[in-house]
C-alpha cells in the first residue's frame, strides 16, 4: 500500500477526469424555491419589520436582479452574454480523488469539483459576473460592494472589468493592511478600495470617533457600502456577495454541471458535502442534488460544513434577524448567532457570517440538509493530507468540505462500505499562504465554542409581528 501511495508501485487505471464540452454550460439557473418543502417566511423591512416590496429593493439592485430575486420558476434561463463569459473558465474539472482514496486507504469513491479553477480562484466569479452583466444592461454608472479578506472583492472587480463598471469596495481594514495581495489584484482590475472603517461615510465615522484604531468589520462594511449607494441619488447600486436568493440561484450552475459529470463518471453520490458560510457555495453546488431527493429521484445525505468558532446552523437559533451588524439591511427567517455575534479571527474568513441564507436555513430546520462543524485545526490537517495527494492547495473555506470528506471516507474504511463521496472544492488557497505557514509553525490554535457571547447576542434578535412569522 505504501508504494502505491507514492505512485510507484503498480495499480490499476482509475479514470480520473470527467470534462464536459463548454456547450454543456448550463443554460438556465436552477431556482430552489419552486422545490422547497416548506415555504420561507417573508423578508422583512429593517425598520418596520413589515414584508419589504420591490420599492426597497430598487435603489439597490437593478431590475433584472430584483427579478431573479423574485423569481418563482424552477429554471431562469442565463443570457448568452454571460454563458460567453463562462466559457473563459467553465465547465470547471470534476475529479476522482484516487489518490486521496489510495492514501486513505478507503473503500470509498471521494470526487471533487474544482471551483478554484476561475480566474478569480473561487466560485464568487460565478455571481459576481451576474450582477456586472444586469447592472451594465441598466445603465448603472458604478457598483459598490463590501470584502473581508477579498475574495468576493477580487471577484467582482474581474467581473466588473469585463464589463467596464467601475467599482468601488470597502474592504475590512485589518485586512485592508495584512493581506495586500488580494487588494492589489483588485486595484490591477480597476477598482477603488476603501479600508473599512473610512472617514467618508457617516457609519464610518461614527465607530472611528468612538475607537480610531478599530479593526474594522464584515459588518460594517455592509454599514459603509449601503449608505454610498443611498447617498448616490440612484447613480451606484449593491454587489451582494453571498446569502440573497439571487446569488445562490447563480451560482446553481457548479452542481449542475457536478450532475452530469457523475453521470460520465457512472456513479451518483451517496454524501454530497461543501462548505457554508453565507450559503452560495453549499447552495451552487448542493441544490441540483437537493432537488432530486425532494422528488424521489434520489436519497442522497447533504452536509453543509461550518466553523465551529463560528457554529450558524449547529448551535444558532432558527429565526428573525438582522443580516448585517448595524441592522440596515433585511430581517430574515435563518439561522444565526445573532447580529452582533463577532466571530473569532479565524483563517477561513469567508465563513465568519453570523447568519445563513434563508433557503439553506429552511432546508436544515426541516431535516434536508445536515449542518456539521469543525475545528481550524482539523481542517489544516485536512487541507495538508489533501494537497499532499492530489496537488491542489485549498482556501482556508474549502478545506472545511475537505475534512467532513475525508472523515467520511475514514468511516467508510472502519465500516468496509464502498460509498461515492462529492464535495465542492470551492477555491485555491494560493493567497492564504500565510495562514499555512502559520498552521506549519504551530501558530495556530482552536477556538472554544463562545456559548456566553452567543447568548448575549442572541438577545438582541428582532421581535417581528406575529403575522410575519
Ligand atoms: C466566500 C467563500 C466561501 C463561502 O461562501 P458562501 O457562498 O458565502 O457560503 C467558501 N469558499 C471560498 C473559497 C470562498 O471564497
Known amino acids: 500500500m505504501a508504494a502505491r501511495a507514492q505512485g510507484t508501485g503498480r495499480s490499476e487505471h482509475v479514470r480520473t477526469q470527467f470534462p464536459l464540452d ?37 435603489p439597490l439592485f437593478p431590475p433584472g436582479l430584483i427579478a431573479h430575486e423574485n423569481a418563482i420558476d424552477r429554471y431562469v434561463e442565463i443570457p448568452e452574454p454571460i454563458r460567453d463569459v463562462y466559457r473563459l473558465w467553465r465547465p470547471t474539472p470534476m475529479l476522482r480523488a484516487v489518490r486521496l482514496e489510495r492514501r486513505l486507504d478507503t473503500p470509498a469513491h471521494i470526487y471533487y469539483k474544482y471551483e478554484g479553477a476561475s480566474p478569480a480562484g473561487s466560485h464568487k466569479l460565478n455571481a459576481a459576473v451576474v450582477q456586472a452583466f444586469f447592472n451594465k444592461q441598466a445603465g448603472t454608472q458604478a457598483l459598490v460592494t463590501g470584502t473581508g479578506a477579498g475574495q468576493w472583492g477580487t ?23 495584512q493581506k495586500p495581495y488580494r487588494r492589489i489584484a483588485m486595484e490591477h482590475f480597476g477598482a477603488q478600495v476603501h479600508a473599512s472603517p473610512t472617514p467618508s461615510t457617516r457609519a464610518g465615522r461614527a465607530v472611528l470617533e468612538r475607537s480610531p484604531g478599530h ?16 447617498a448616490s441619488g440612484g447613480r451606484k447600486k449593491y454587489a451582494a456577495g453571498s446569502g440573497l436568493a439571487h446569488v445562490l440561484m447563480h451560482q446553481t450552475i457548479i452542481g449542475q454541471e457536478a450532475l452530469l459529470q457523475m453521470e460520465l463518471a457512472g456513479e ?32 442522497a445525505k447533504i452536509i453543509a460544513v461550518e466553523p465551529a468558532a463560528c457554529p450558524t446552523m449547529t448551535r444558532g437559533t432558527y429565526a428573525f434577524d438582522w443580516a448585517d451588524v448595524a441592522g440596515d439591511a433585511p430581517v430574515v427567517k435563518m439561522y444565526t448567532l445573532g447580529h452582533t455575534f463577532v466571530p473569532a479571527e479565524i483563517h477561513a474568513g469567508g465563513l465568519r457570517y453570523h447568519g445563513m441564507a434563508a433557503s439553506v ?8 440538509v445536515e449542518a456539521r462543524a469543525v475545528n481550524q485545526l482539523d481542517t489544516f490537517s485536512a487541507a495538508v493530507q489533501f494537497s499532499q495527494a492530489e496537488g491542489i492547495i485549498p482556501a482556508p473555506e474549502s478545506a472545511h468540505a475537505i475534512r467532513v470528506a475525508i472523515d467520511e471516507a475514514l468511516r467508510c474504511k472502519e465500516l468496509g462500505q464502498k460509498k461515492v463521496i462529492a464535495f465542492n472544492l470551492s477555491g485555491h488557497g494560493h493567497f492564504d499562504m500565510a495562514a499555512y505557514q502559520a498552521y506549519q509553525r504551530g501558530e495556530l490554535h482552536d477556538q472554544a465554542y463562545p456559548a456566553e457571547r452567543v447568548r448575549d447576542a442572541l438577545a438582541s434578535l428582532p421581535q417581528p409581528p406575529l403575522d410575519a412569522s
Not at 454524501?271 to 432537488?291: M, T
Not at 436555513?361 to 434536508?368: E, M, R
Open 22 to 58: 463548454e456547450s454543456q454550460i448550463p443554460r438556465a439557473w436552477y431556482n430552489i424555491k419552486a422545490d422547497l418543502p416548506v415555504a420561507t417566511p417573508p423578508v422583512l423591512h429593517p425598520q418596520t419589520l413589515q414584508p419589504i416590496t420591490d420599492e426597497f429593493l430598487e
Open 155 to 177: 471577484a467582482m472587480a474581474m467581473a466588473c472589468s469585463f464589463f467596464d463598471l467601475p467599482l468601488e469596495v470597502f474592504m475590512v481594514k485589518v485586512s485592508h493592511a
Open 215 to 230: 479593526p474594522g468589520s464584515l459588518g460594517l462594511t455592509l454599514s459603509e457600502t449601503l449608505e454610498t449607494v443611498h
Open 268 to 299: 451518483y453520490p451517496d454524501l454530497v458535502i461543501a462548505c457554508a458560510g453565507g450559503g452560495s457555495n453549499f447552495g451552487g453546488f448542493a441544490f441540483p442534488f437537493v432537488q432530486r431527493n425532494l422528488t424521489g429521484a434520489a436519497n
Open 361 to 368: 436555513s429552511a432546508l436544515v430546520a426541516h431535516g434536508d
